[in-house]
């Protein structure tokens, strides 16, 4: 059983301060990791895909893999009241599967 | 512009109905998907396909159907048989391979009444 592991949450932090959302998993062979932003109410949006060992950086969102340790993280820098939402790990199986695996998603809270 | 077109935003099922909820996209994605989200929950795979004429059931497929009879469209049938309906379903498309993240339609909040 594939498993993709976040904390529930919320984590609250201050407008301006860098938040940091972590993620583990199960399956030794990932290949591709995917970040999602989800609104109350409102459906998934993809913020960030990586796939290789690092960082990789997009505007104020960074995330980073580290397959040895089999974490991937997403930071958000300058963080914002309109970042406040669920952000939804997901991570593509080995081989052929194309299908990811969702974890349930960490609660943001970016208060003023 | 492209996109996924998930109708009704709201559907009220009463009991015994089945009732079916319409995805259609147009970005020429070949892999479209039914996930089901419940309040606290993650999302739960129901039925995806990759290609026209072929689905493959997901984790919580009974009491759920689907077709997809063109590229374009992938419904999802609620029937009488799925005994705790009520959640927000989530259909998304994407191209198939590694590396290619999920384009969510809006959703469908289906209660029961």
């Known amino acids: 059983q594939k498993e993709v592991e976040q904390n529930s949450g919320p984590l609250s932090v201050p407008e301006g301060a860098i938040a940091s959302l972590n993620c583990t998993y199960s399956?030794?062979?990932?290949?591709?990791f995917f970040w999602y932003r989800q609104y109350s109410g409102k459906s998934p949006e993809l913020i960030m895909f990586?796939?290789?060992?690092g960082d990789k950086e997009d505007g104020r969102f960074t995330a980073q893999l580290n397959k040895a340790s089999q974490y991937v993280s997403l930071l958000i820098r300058d963080s914002q009241p309109s970042d406040s939402a669920t952000y939804l790990c997901?991570?593509?199986?080995?081989?052929?599967?194309?299908?990811?695996?969702f974890g349930r998603g960490t609660s943001l809270i970016v208060h003023p | 512009d492209g996109g996924i077109t998930q109708s009704p935003k709201y559907l009220f099922r009463k009991e015994g109905q089945n009732v079916t909820l319409s995805c259609e996209q147009n970005?020429?994605?070949?892999?479209m998907y039914w996930y089901r989200q419940d309040p606290g929950q993650g999302l739960r795979l129901i039925y995806y396909?990759?290609?026209?004429?072929?689905?493959q059931k997901g984790d919580i497929a009974e009491g759920y159907s689907v077709s997809r009879e063109k590229k374009e469209s992938f419904p999802l049938t609620v029937t009488s048989a799925q005994k705790n309906p009520t959640a927000f379903y989530l259909c998304?498309?994407?191209?198939?391979?590694?590396?290619?993240?999920?384009?969510f339609g809006s959703g469908t909040r289906l209660t029961v009444v």
């Open positions: 399956d030794r062979g990932s290949q591709s």
């Open positions: 998304a498309s994407s191209q198939t391979g590694q590396g290619f993240g999920y384009t």
């Open positions: 997901a991570v593509n199986g080995a081989g052929g599967s194309y299908i990811p695996t």
């Open positions: 990586i796939y290789s060992n």
């Open positions: 396909s990759q290609i026209v004429n072929d689905f």
């Open positions: 970005l020429n994605h070949d892999a």
